[in-house]
């Protein structure tokens, strides 16, 4: 099992910079994929980005790509994802995602383990 609590969101101005924190539990975080999706009303969730175990390989949207920067700090058993240049279609609950599965990381079912979310208001 593996629970994840995520950190760090609020509201900021359009152009502003925000970063998340998930905090996971269980030694296993080491040998967990994860990634972060976001959910705006009305909208299905969408992948935002994904983290391999080893943190060598990483993977964007293309809404996001070159703004946002996923990292993880296995030591910490903790997943960031830092976002920049914010624009107000980012707003959405952010999701953080986990799988102890070998997987693609790319879509919702990829993932087994979800945290609560974590609400970010881009303002204009």
């Known amino acids: 099992q593996v629970q994840l609590v995520e950190s760090g969101g609020g509201l900021v101005q359009a152009g502003g910079s925000l970063r998340l924190s998930c905090a996971a539990s269980?030694?296993?975080?080491?040998?967990?994929?994860m990634g972060w999706f976001r959910q705006a009303p009305g909208k299905e969730r969408e992948f935002v980005a994904a983290?391999?175990?080893?943190?060598?390989?990483?993977s964007y949207a293309d809404s996001v790509k070159g703004r946002f920067t996923i990292s993880r700090d296995n030591a910490k058993n903790t997943v960031y994802l830092q976002m920049n240049s914010l624009k107000p279609e980012d707003t959405a609950v952010y999701y953080c995602?986990?799988?102890?599965?070998?997987?693609?990381?790319?879509?919702?079912?990829?993932?087994?383990?979800w945290g609560q979310g974590a609400q970010v208001n881009v303002s204009t």
């Open positions: 983290i391999s175990r080893s943190g060598f390989l990483t």
């Open positions: 995602a986990a799988t102890l599965k070998l997987s693609r990381l790319r879509v919702a079912s990829d993932f087994d383990y």
């Open positions: 269980g030694r296993t975080f080491s040998s967990a994929g």
